[in-house]
């Protein structure tokens, strides 16, 4: 037979021996629980708090912000502009001291560079012009290619290039074209194309879908400015200043009377403008 477990002496002793361990560690443990429950009873308004270095002069507990100042070109022109002072000395050549850097707009595409004469034969002796033609991604939001021109004119008497005159904004990728100065091999851009005695500066373009623009400004020597040319196709006299043609576009003196015609290649023909002495005329028949 199996033996029960005794309840007599044997078991009050270990009763005892249980009761003294619990008597010891109770203690223990309200030691250990105190701190926590003091940090619970520390007052809301008495927290810990960061230090913060307030610089001096500074009222306590305002926020300071560093700030730089920045210039920009809208910001206003206030006083009286100096004038620059005139340059001594032996000057350098013109040209050692042209920077195309500060005229090309980033982004854009320098899409040729021509040194020519706009003035008079005689007049302002030294002073030289530099046509610019530009093109790249418009500045608005879109994926379309916009193009100009601009003359850059050096100014004798402060030795100095200054950006005088540029066109407005015009749509398509700019063409390289030839000047004056390659007559030689086709070159008219800056000549007297009409024989008026003014430059006629040209820009030719090319849009995506593939149709061919062409602007002319007649160069004025005095204002030392352009004004657009004009055509006429039946409407107002100078209501359109832009030739078109749908394969390409040109300015080619046809008759040899050294006065240019405008001639525009379409996909059923060709189309001619000639000049009447007030504005581009396009032919009968075309």
Known sequence: MHKKISEGPRASRRTGILFVALTLIVPLISGCSAPRDSAQAQPADESPTALVATPEGTPEGTPTLETSATITDTAPITGTAETPPTPSGTPEPPFDGFDIFRYVPSGKTLAKRDRIQLDAPGENAGEDEVLLTITGPSETITDEIDSRIGVVSYITATRQWDLGWTSEVISGTAVPLLNIGQRDIGGYNGGDLLRTGDP??????????????????????????????????????????????????????????????????????????????????LQEGQ
């Open 200 to 281: 006629i500066l040209v820009l030719r373009t090319y849009l995506p879908d593939g149709s061919a623009h062409l602007h002319m400004w007649r160069w004025n020597r005095q204002s030392r400015e352009a004004a657009a040319g004009t055509k006429s196709d039946g409407a107002p006299e100078g209501s359109n200043t832009t030739f078109e043609g749908e394969l390409d576009i040109n300015v080619i003196d046809i008759d040899d009377d050294a006065i240019y015609e405008v001639v525009a290649d379409n996909l059923l023909g060709v189309q001619i403008w000639k000049w009447d002495g007030g504005s581009y005329v």
